[in-house]
């Protein structure tokens, strides 16, 4: 009923100041979320600015409550890292990928790597290449058609533990992005200690091309230095034109945004590619 989801709302929201009753009831809401398919990947595709074809695929995480409705990551991935559930649902959405993989596979779909988000934190834990090499051997996939993105959300606490595993899933043949590139906690000087292969552009300074010139200097001086380091780089929440033109001028070379597609269903990014490509 409404009253009841009111309610549940009202506890969700003040567990964010992680009260302990509070925690609870989230713990167990979660649990109960992940035990009954309450969590769903949506696909966000990229575009190649040269070829302007498909260059792989984002999958973003959705929790459908049957109270809440859609619940933003954006709100519950700070709280499942507080409440230290962040590995298994990292989990959870790295076998998913995998099931959804083969499933491509099978559908004969070639559309690049598809990316996962995995937080910073997971790295330092030193089990996440080992859960990706399981994942791969139960699919029957290539590292080759994975991306990791690594969301900034928290500092990384050990680099040479964080380096050893990155070097381990490489060897898989998996990419290693940097999500966020230029906020929060991603600093240069992972570029220099850890295996990255792309920069994903934070969406606040595109947000500001190319009107703001202060801006739109940062975001070149970005691309010219993934140029140089030979790092792949996308600019993230390309929406209008004139972001798109700008970057195009830039030489970047990946876009991600709404202005090619927004995250889809299974089913709408399934269409999505058969509308691409056609004859
Ligand atoms: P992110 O990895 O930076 O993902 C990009 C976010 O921007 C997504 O929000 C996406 O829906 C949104 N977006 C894409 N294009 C545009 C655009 O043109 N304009 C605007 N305004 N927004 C755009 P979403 O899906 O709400 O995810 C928020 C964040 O939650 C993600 O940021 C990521 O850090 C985290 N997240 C999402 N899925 C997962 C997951 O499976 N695991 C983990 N650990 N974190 C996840
Ligand atoms: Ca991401
Ligand atoms: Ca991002
Ligand atoms: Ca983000």
Redesign the pocket.
Known sequence: SKAVGRNSFQLFKSSMNARSLERLAMNSRFQHALENDEFE??F?PKQCLKTSKIKGV?????WHDPALGVI???QF?PL??ELGL?VK??L??LNNAGAQLALWQKLGITAGRLA????AF?LSQGKLSNSVEQMLQRYNLSGHCLEI?L???SFISSFSQAKKELQQLKEMGVNIAL??FGTGYSALSYLTKLPIDTL?I??SF??KIPDEYGNSEVVAAIVAMANSLNLQVIA????KPEQYNYLLALGCEVI????????LTQRQWLAFYQLKNQP
Request: aromatic share 10%; glycine share 4%; charged share 30%.
């Open positions: 990947l949506y966000q984002e999958a973003l995480l959705r933003s990551p954006a991935i499942a890292e962040i649902l990292d959870w959405v996962i988000n995995i937080s997971h993105e969301t900034e959300s999500d966020d994903k934070d969406a595109i947000a993230e929440g390309v929406e991600q945004g709404y202005y090619y597609s927004r995250p």
